[in-house]
């Protein structure tokens, strides 16, 4: 996106190894941003940190609140500030009704979807933002303002962090601005179970295919950026249409 520079600002990304995450570590850097990417898995850090410069890691769990703290610390150690966090990472380990939803999988999901933003945001307020300012961006989901699919424990959590997103908004301002972006169908390994059994018969929302996780880093790039300096509080929907369209709800 021409007219953006990100050069001097030092930015966190959790889930940055693959899909979503991955794309928007991407586009900060190529943006002129400083990067600590975090996520479970060693391999995919280290692919994506060998093919940007400024780029760093850390492996550990997103809803560990020791791994948020050391994430955060490890980010202003390595390069001097923390001035935007990106809050990608997410888990879904079940699928089916509601109703049927062992406590397990339930607590699971809340932890790091959930949970695991906020202890995000609570360190980087208490380690630098709270003193310097900065810019918070939560990962949600088009599935916050829907009520069907076999994904509702996913979609319980993003509507709590829509709801929180706002909470925080309202809380942290003027220093930090804190949005969110909910993604409609992307096509991520992620979703796999969401999209590729539609692949066949096409997509009945208005611009008729399925998301890119470039789609979302370019929108999350304008949140992230000085360009929207008026914008907290927002969630800035991303679905190709799916939510206007009736046979999509």
């Not at 809050?87 to 509601?98: D, E, I, S």
Request: charged share 20%.
């Amino acid at each position: 996106m021409e007219g953006i520079d990100l050069a001097g600002k030092v930015a966190l990304v959790t889930g940055g190894s693959r899909g979503i995450g991955a794309a928007i570590a991407r586009t900060l850097a190529e943006h002129g941003a400083k990067l600590l990417i975090t996520a479970r898995k060693q391999e995919g850090l280290e692919r994506i940190c060998g093919e940007l410069e400024g780029v760093d890691y850390l492996v550990g769990n997103a809803g560990d609140p020791e791994h948020a703290e050391a994430a955060v610390s490890a980010a202003i150690a390595r390069f001097g500030s923390l001035d935007i966090l990106v809050n990608n990472a997410a888990t879904n380990p079940y699928y089916g009704q509601l109703i049927d939803v062992d406590r397990s999988r339930m607590r699971k999901t809340f932890e790091v979807n959930l949970e695991g933003p906020l202890h995000f945001i609570q360190a980087a307020w208490g380690a630098h933002m709270r003193d310097h300012g900065g810019v918070v961006l939560n990962v949600g989901s088009i599935g916050a303002f829907g009520y069907t699919g076999p994904t509702p424990v996913y979609d319980l959590t993003k509507a709590s962090l829509t709801h929180m997103t706002r909470r925080l908004a309202a809380e942290l301002g003027p220093a930090v601005r804190v949005n969110a972006i909910a993604p409609g169908l992307v096509k991520t390994e992620f979703a796999r179970a969401l999209w590729e059994p539609g692949e066949e018969d096409g997509w009945p929302w208005p611009l008729k295919r399925l998301g890119t996780p470039a789609d979302i880093a370019s929108a999350s790039l304008f949140l992230v950026s000085d360009m929207a300096q008026w914008t907290t509080g927002a969630v800035l929907v991303v679905d190709g249409g799916a939510l206007i369209s009736t046979s999509a709800i």
